[in-house]
Structures are given as C-alpha cells and as structure tokens.
C-alpha cells in the first residue's frame, strides 16, 4: 500500500513538472508553446527549423490579468565553448521579451499572451553544436510576472548582452522577479 502510494506521488509530480529534471526553480503550471502549428509538450524533440521563429505562447486554462516577461534559455551549452572546462554545460540566453499581455478570449482554444517589445533580449533560434556523442540540449521558456515600471538592473546588463552563462537565478532575483509562473521545455540535437 505505501509502495502504491509513493509511486502514485512520484508520478503525480513528474506529470505536473513543466521544467526538466533538476532545473531550478522547479514550476508546475503549464505554459503552452507553439512554434507555428507545431504545440510543445515538456521534453519534447523539435527541430532547428521547427524553433526557427519567436514561439506563441499562451495559457489553456484561464486568460493571465498581468504583464509578463518571456525567457528562452538553452540549459546544456558545452562549457568549453563558453571559456569552461571540457564536459561542463553552461547556459545561453535565447530570449528576454517584456511586455507579454494576454487575450481575454481563446483562439484555437488559447489564451494568447502577444508583446509589441523585441528585448532586452531578442529571440535568438537555437543551433545547437555538433556533439559526439550527440547531446540533446534542453531550452526552457519561463514566464515570469513583470514588475511595474520594469528595467533590466544594472548589474545585469552585461550578462543580457554576453548571453552565454546567463544566470537566470541570479538575475530574477536581482529583478525581483520572484518565481516563474508558467513554464515548458523542449530538446533538440544538432542535424535534427
């Protein structure tokens, strides 16, 4: 009985993770994700010309009230290419867009949350490097509620523009940004 239980929590709390295994913070609310007609489900294989254009992206249950900040990070980036030792994985910034508002009606089912802003980050489409063996890299997008009067503080400009090794941890705290509220995730290898 306490067997079944257990596996019954486990599982629970595996279906309703919308990150990937130990990523950080862990986020359980969906965020749906569509790159043109192609829909992401967390850990799902896409292609480089799959993710070749700023996703939509949205809410199934319920039309969001706030503003929103949209990040796109890649999570296995080979930490040689970033300056890092050989076999270490580092972080690529895909993505920073503010201004994320939602519809108050669905489309196709959605909730379209739609931004007119480009930055601070604008999207850049994965390409993961040749790997051998091939590794599938990991990309996340995280929703988080935008703070009134919104600006990337100081200390992160720097990280912002570099982009590789953006610590996402870091600059939400230092943005007080709390927690992300939505989230999803996706792989993909190079060639595919």
Same mark, same amino acid.
């Given at each position: 009985?306490?067997?079944?239980?257990?596996?019954?929590?486990?599982?629970?709390?595996?279906?309703?993770?919308?990150?990937?295994?130990?990523?950080?913070?862990?986020? #359980?609310?969906?965020?749906?994700?569509? +790159?043109?007609?192609?829909?992401?489900?967390? %850990?799902? =294989?896409?292609?480089? *010309?799959?993710?070749?254009?700023?996703?939509?992206?949205?809410?199934?249950d319920v039309a969001l009230t706030s503003t929103?900040?949209?990040?796109?990070?890649?999570?296995?980036?080979?930490?040689?290419?970033?300056?890092?030792?050989?076999?270490?994985?580092?972080?690529?910034?895909?993505?920073?867009?503010?201004?994320?508002?939602?519809? #108050?009606?669905?489309?196709?089912?959605? +909730?379209?949350?739609?931004?007119?802003?480009? %930055?601070? =980050?604008?999207?850049? *489409?994965?390409?993961?490097?040749?790997?051998?063996?091939?590794?599938?890299?990991?990309?996340?997008?995280?929703?988080?509620?935008?703070?009134?009067?919104?600006?990337?503080?100081?200390?992160?400009?720097?990280?912002?523009?570099?982009?590789?090794?953006?610590?996402?941890?870091?600059?939400?705290?230092?943005?007080?940004?709390?927690?992300?509220?939505?989230?999803?995730?996706?792989?993909?290898?190079?060639?595919?």
């Open positions: 009985m306490l067997f079944t239980s257990l596996t019954l929590l486990l599982s629970t709390t595996i279906a309703l993770a919308q990150t990937p295994p130990g990523f950080s913070p862990n986020v #359980t609310d969906h965020l749906e994700v569509k +790159y043109g007609t192609k829909v992401v489900t967390p %850990g799902i =294989a896409m292609t480089k *010309a799959d993710t070749a254009k700023v996703p939509t992206v949205g809410t199934l929103y900040i949209l990040v796109v990070l890649d999570v296995d980036v080979p930490g040689n290419l970033a300056g890092g030792a050989a076999g270490s994985r580092t972080t690529y910034l895909h993505g920073m867009i503010t201004g994320y508002t939602s519809a #108050t009606t669905q489309t196709s089912g959605m +909730y379209v949350l739609s931004s007119k802003d480009t %930055g601070p =980050a604008s999207y850049a *489409a994965p390409g993961p490097p040749a790997e051998t063996p091939a590794h599938p890299h990991k990309y996340i997008e995280l929703l988080y509620a935008q703070p009134a009067g919104f600006k990337v503080p100081s200390t992160q400009t720097s990280a912002i523009s570099k982009r590789v090794g953006f610590n996402i941890t870091t600059f939400a705290a230092d943005a007080s940004l709390g927690v992300p509220v939505r989230a999803n995730y996706f792989t993909q290898v190079n060639g595919a």
